[in-house]
């Protein structure tokens, strides 16, 4: 069956700010404290969405969460009015308040696993959200994240919908950051291949010992069960844990994949030619594996240039495109690889290059952003037009970003009751220009 895949990028909440709030992601340490700029942050993500869709390709647009979240807040203890309860947290915890403030939701790549109909046993896309238990600032996002792809894609015909895993380290689960989907053409069954950081239930495997390991064995052993994927067509690999001691904090920072080519690091993976035998068997003798050596590109290289952490995607034309970060641009390291990678001609026909850098400060490039999705022509006619970007869309949600978000925000600036409340009027404009219904909790009060 004719399909192919659309791309659903997060768009940036009102709240962007550094905080630092994720181990293991050396650029959010890095900026941690620094000033952002939401409302830069937020169109440099959506010109990237437009640019894709001027190609050809079929994007959408994901809703922020409401940010800060005063309902978990009260949980926490805090009472009085939203003001009062800001004042509170400010005072007496601080991170609770920057956890409750954080924008992160705009890297889609958490948001949910997918698989297409064309993989699954009843031929409908499956959606899991993360749970992101990992981290509490992530963790408090999956309720909310299930309701926005509900109402984007909710019709029980072509799309089943699941709850996120329960939330147990021993189930860690981050989305498709570390989920990768090889094929032929998008309509064909393809192989899913889940990457894994460690076991939730045996100490004694490999894993690493600085920074944690988000992804679970069982997490993905469990979504390919819920999603009913035939389990010859799947593939189970380990990250290497000693490069996410290194900062490789997802898989797709160091490996991405797209129909028959799988681009990444010679060291992305624990027993990496077992890897690479299980998916040259399922997908057959042109399958073709793109590896770096780490003399060429060195992982701080990959890890700071985030040239894995690229779109890999095949254009209306047949060719293959990488949608990279300006920084591949300006690391020589990089960029001399990146000539080499286009005139060797060995299946990435071309690079497109994208000014990141508020997202990239947080550490999160243009892979982050992104949530993919393999439609059918039919399929496309069930997803909610409204969240589709067009050019008229595209207008008004640039609109809507000069009128509502700010161009600064410090830390100090979360405990300000006046983000709240611009945030809510925002947001609340947003639900109705995508059609999304009562999705945040101050809409369903």
């Keep these: 069956m004719i399909a192919y895949e659309a791309n659903f990028d997060g768009l940036v909440g009102l709240t962007h700010n550094y905080s630092g709030l994720s181990a293991g992601n050396i650029a959010s340490q890095k900026y941690s404290q620094q000033i952002s700029n939401p409302k830069s942050a937020a169109l440099q993500g959506l010109d990237k969405m437009k640019a894709l869709a001027n190609l050809g390709l079929v994007q959408g647009v994901i809703a922020p969460q409401m940010r800060p979240d005063t309902t978990m807040l009260r949980r926490l203890g805090f009472s009085g009015s939203d003001h009062r309860v800001l004042q509170q947290a400010a005072q007496q915890a601080p991170k609770l308040l920057t956890s409750c403030c954080s924008a992160s939701s705009m890297w889609a790549a958490n948001a949910a696993t997918v698989s297409p109909s064309a993989d699954t046993y009843d031929r409908r896309i499956h959606f899991t959200p993360a749970n992101l238990v990992n981290n509490f600032h992530r963790a408090i996002e999956p309720q909310t994240t299930a309701r926005i792809l509900t109402a984007m894609f909710n019709d029980e015909n072509h799309f089943c919908h699941h709850q996120p895993l329960p939330a147990s380290e021993q189930l860690g689960d981050e989305g498709a950051a570390n989920h990768s989907r090889f094929c032929g053409q998008y309509g064909d069954q393809g192989v899913e291949m889940f990457v894994f950081g460690r076991y939730g239930f045996d100490q004694h495997q490999q894993a690493p010992t600085r920074y944690p390991a988000r992804q679970t064995y069982e997490a993905s052993a469990a979504i390919a069960r819920l999603h009913q994927l ?68 060195s992982v701080d290289n990959a890890v700071s240039s985030y040239l894995f952490n690229s779109q890999l995607v095949t254009l209306p034309d047949g060719d293959s495109s990488l949608i990279l970060p300006q920084q591949c641009q300006q690391n020589p390291q990089i960029w001399q690889y990146i000539q080499q990678l286009l005139q060797a001609r060995v299946g990435i026909n071309r690079v497109d290059f994208f000014d990141l850098s508020q997202s990239m400060h947080n550490g999160g490039g243009p892979a982050c952003l992104r949530l993919r999705v393999v439609l059918t022509e039919q399929e496309r006619q069930a997803v909610n037009p409204a969240v589709l970007l067009t050019d008229t869309l595209f207008k008004r949600l640039r609109e809507w970003i000069n009128l509502h978000y700010r161009d600064r925000l410090r830390e100090a600036d979360l405990a300000d009751p006046a983000l709240g409340l611009e945030s809510q009027m925002a947001l609340d404009e947003l639900t109705y220009i995508l059609k999304l219904g009562s999705v945040y909790d101050f809409q369903r009060v």
């Design 230 to 297: 035939d389990p010859q067509q799947v593939v189970m690999a380990q990250q290497n844990p000693l490069l996410i001691d290194q900062g490789v904090f997802h898989n797709d920072v160091i490996a991405v994949g797209n129909q028959k080519t799988l681009f990444c690091h010679q060291y992305a993976f624990l027993n990496q030619v077992d890897v690479y035998q299980q998916l040259q068997q399922k997908m057959g003798a042109d399958f073709s594996i793109i590896e770096v050596p780490n003399d060429v590109v």
